[in-house]
């Protein structure tokens, strides 16, 4: 069974950063690529963020480009998502989630709010 747990996020100002941790069990977490999606308020899930099996490769989203940075560490099998100049556009319910249509295999969540 496959189980991700994100943690990490809460509140900051515009601007400001964090660092969000995804842990992962049940995965071939080295071998396959892995996301980082989000669900602002109201809204539907959007990707941001992708890395591959062995970390080589990255792919963002334009609205996360230049301002947030994947990467993974495959001995803790944990998955990072730095956030910098956080805007309040960006505040979200922010997953780690395997691939796949509606992305059905993600954790719970950590929640990001960015607000002055």
């Known amino acids: 069974e496959v189980q991700l747990e994100e943690s990490g996020g809460g509140l900051v100002q515009p601007g400001g950063s964090l660092r969000l941790s995804c842990t992962v069990s049940?995965?071939?977490?080295?071998?396959?690529?892995i996301n980082w999606i989000r669900q602002p308020p109201g809204k539907q899930l959007e990707w941001i963020a992708g890395i591959s099996g062995d970390g080589g490769r990255t792919w963002y989203a334009p609205s996360v480009q230049d301002r947030f940075i994947i990467s993974k560490d495959n001995a803790k099998n944990t998955l990072y998502l730095q956030l910098n100049n956080l805007k309040v556009t960006d505040t979200a319910m922010y997953f780690c989630?395997?691939?796949?249509?509606?992305?059905?295999?993600r954790g719970q969540g950590t929640q990001v709010t960015v607000s002055s």
């Open positions: 049940g995965y071939a977490f080295s071998s396959y690529n």
């Open positions: 989630a395997l691939p796949g249509a509606g992305w059905p295999d």
